[in-house]
């Protein structure tokens, strides 16, 4: 028998930006071995049976207005009559066709209908090829990067042998709760706080502009991580707050800049109540905007940027959370603002997802590389900095739109900000 609930806010606005092609997740897993693509529909549906988000499509109920300019119809998660996951395989000669897939995948949302929230796509040069690109688009609204993170690992060690993943009983039995469902009730304090106003990069003129998200990878080898470890641990921040304070210096070097606000990716399945496990799949997140003074200090600059966000956690989340349907005070300070500044609201992002999990070897098969990232193109900062650890070292993907910033300009960015990491080895 089917379930079904209704989304949570977050959810219903994750959900409405991605049917305008905002904030669509994306990882692109690089996998060398030969791969059948019915063994890949088996381990999709095998997913589907383990966690019941995947099996839920979106239904739209009565109309709901929250403000004159936010109307939509309320949306309904359900299970009954969803179908499978939609696996496409593409062949092609072109070794760099996944990133043409990619391009198109990362601004088409998945269509309004019976479809789970997810769409897979091979790319490899020929049925025998030994590289493969697994292309994973899916709605941010089911997905957050935990749960992405659960989805490749799932995937591949099901692949690596079917029979002992199909021995698993299933995660999830029943549709998880919408984050709003466990977290407590929202503070007076909260809700009069003054608004922190966002502050953008300088606006830049960019040679042939494109309505196109892309991203740069960088990887910091188990060489480079352990020693910035030891000098985060020495100078009592945070992953976080490092990678905040490289990025952030690197700006005030490039512009001569004094403050910059930072969205922080937050996962709060820790403060829901009861506390939800790890392996609850969906999305649960909020983001995060907090204000940081920038000075030629590394460790000061990554301390504050650590700091405040754990602050914002304890105090006023609700007040610092940017994941909410847009009050007066939004349209007040950040719809013209954003619109002479090509869409763009702070000028970074930074998201630090853990460790992902992921390991080298999986049977037959070997995860070369992955690439992740996000719609920016609607709406969003500059410059958006995706950390997961991996097998000791530190995959940082940095996503940027090419209507608003050019490559020169980001790798520019990055390879400062990477050169300060790598320069406490």
Same mark, same amino acid.
């Given at each position: 028998m089917g379930e079904t609930r209704p989304l949570g806010e977050q959810e219903?606005? =994750?959900?409405s930006l991605h049917a305008r092609g905002g904030l669509i997740a994306m990882q692109v897993l690089h996998v060398r071995g030969r791969l059948d693509p019915a063994l890949v529909k088996c381990a999709l549906a095998? *997913? /589907?049976? /383990?966690?019941?988000? %995947?099996? @839920?499509h979106i239904r739209y109920g009565k109309i709901?207005?929250? %403000? +004159?300019?936010?109307v939509y119809r309320q949306p309904w998660f359900d299970t009954e009559g969803t179908t499978e996951i939609p696996l496409k395989v593409l062949d092609s000669a072109d070794p760099? @066709?996944?990133?043409? !897939? $990619?391009?198109?995948? #990362? &601004?088409t949302p998945i269509p309004k209908g019976n479809h789970p929230r997810v769409r897979i796509t091979i790319v490899r040069q020929s049925p025998d090829a030994d590289l493969n690109h697994i292309v994973i688009c899916a709605d941010h609204a089911t997905l957050d990067a935990q749960s992405a993170n659960m989805f490749a690992r799932q995937l591949l060690e099901f692949l690596?042998?079917? @029979? #002992?993943? /199909? &021995? /698993?009983?299933? &995660?999830?039995?029943? %549709?998880? +709760? +919408? !984050?709003e469902a466990g977290l407590p009730n929202k503070s007076g304090s909260a809700e009069t706080a003054t608004y922190t106003p966002a502050i953008r990069l300088p606006k830049q003129t960019v040679p042939e502009p494109k309505k196109e998200t892309r991203v740069l990878a960088r990887h910091l080898a188990c060489a480079v991580t352990a020693p910035l470890d030891d000098? !985060?641990?020495a100078n009592r921040t945070t992953l976080h707050g490092a990678i905040t304070a490289? $990025? =952030?210096? @690197?700006?005030r070097e490039r512009y001569q800049l004094d403050a910059m606000t930072v969205l922080t990716?937050?996962?709060?399945? &820790? *403060?829901?109540k009861p506390v939800l496990p790890h392996e609850i799949y969906g999305c649960y997140i909020d983001i995060l905007r907090t204000k940081h003074p920038i000075t030629d200090d590394f460790w000061s600059t990554a301390r504050d940027a650590s700091f405040k966000v754990i602050t914002a956690l304890a105090k006023n989340r609700e007040s610092a959370s940017i994941l909410k349907f847009p009050k007066w005070e939004v349209y007040r300070y950040e719809a013209g603002r954003t619109i002479r500044n090509k869409r763009r609201i702070d000028g970074l992002a930074v998201t630090t997802a853990g460790d992902s999990g992921l390991q080298d070897s999986y049977g037959t098969y070997t995860l070369e590389d992955v690439t992740r990232a996000i719609s920016i193109d609607l709406f969003g900062p500059s410059l958006t900095v995706i950390a997961n650890e991996r097998l000791g070292g530190l995959d940082l993907s940095v996503v940027y739109t090419a209507i608003a910033i050019s490559e020169d300009e980001v790798r520019w960015l990055t390879d400062n900000a990477v050169a300060r990491l790598e320069s406490f080895g």
């Open positions: 219903q606005l =994750l959900n095998w *997913l /589907q049976a /383990q966690h019941p988000m %995947l099996r @839920a709901v207005w929250h %403000l +004159p300019s936010v760099d @066709a996944w990133r043409e !897939i $990619f391009a198109v995948e #990362i &601004r690596a042998d079917p @029979a #002992i993943a /199909q &021995r /698993q009983s299933p &995660r999830d039995t029943t %549709l998880p +709760p +919408p !984050i000098a !985060i641990k490289a $990025f =952030l210096l @690197a700006m990716t937050v996962d709060v399945r &820790r *403060l829901c």
